[in-house]
């Protein structure tokens, strides 16, 4: 299953991805939604099985993210938005991002709340929630830089250096296709808390120009 540039348990790129655990109320935290985030999908926050869990890099929009008649992000919907960084602290994005779900469900935007107060439904498709997400659309946070493909020209040339670092690292995975995520390449052996170090490592280590 594959998340929208937000994940399973968002990790590094995922991370960033810190947005895809709170986005689709995932579990974990990897960065939340994660951040940088390869972020997996499912319930982002142990599916080690067998199960095609995804992980996904954090672009710079989200599901809820405004966008024109053509369907890419309205010109002006970055203004004002926090803008998060490659280094930015659990604590940072899980403020920015915790302040975004909070405000969808003050204005009525369905929530998981088994699954957290910040947890939100992303099968809620209502007018209310689609009101809701134009009203808090100046919340959302904004990717880090580097992890976007319209803000970083080495991209495509950095996630490669993710994924070599990932399994040089013990976390055995395959990138897909369009660079937008990886699965898994077999059963891994690793625990959660032990893949959001690789990821978060590989992340600052791939895409923050250190192969470049």
Not at 110 to 125: A, H, W
Not at 129 to 152: F, V
Request: hydrophobic share 25%; net charge neutral.
């Amino acid at each position: 299953m594959s998340h929208p540039h937000l994940p399973h348990r968002a990790l590094g790129v995922a991370a960033a991805v810190v947005c895809a655990v709170l986005l689709t109320g995932c579990g974990g935290s990897a960065g939340g939604t994660g951040a940088a985030s390869g972020k997996r999908s499912g319930t982002q926050s142990g599916q080690q099985s067998g199960e095609q869990d995804v992980a996904s890099v954090a672009t710079g929009t989200s599901s809820a993210a405004p966008r024109s008649s053509s369907g890419t992000p309205a010109a002006d919907s970055e203004q004002g938005r926090p803008q998060l960084r490659l280094d930015s602290s659990d604590a940072e994005r899980d403020r920015y991002w915790n302040a975004y779900a909070t405000c969808l469900k003050d204005h009525g935007h369905k929530m998981l709340l088994e699954r957290g107060p910040y947890s939100i439904d992303q099968q809620d498709n209502s007018p209310t929630a689609k009101a809701a997400q134009k009203t808090c659309a100046g919340k959302l946070p904004l990717q880090p830089r580097e992890l976007r493909r319209d803000s970083n020209p080495h991209y495509d040339d950095d996630y490669r250096a993710y994924i070599k670092c990932l399994n040089s690292h013990g976390l055995k995975v395959v990138a897909l296709a369009d660079n937008s995520g990886w699965t898994y390449d077999g059963q891994t052996t690793m625990s959660d808390t032990e893949q959001t170090k690789v990821d978060k490592n590989c992340t600052m280590e791939a895409f923050g120009g250190k192969n470049r």
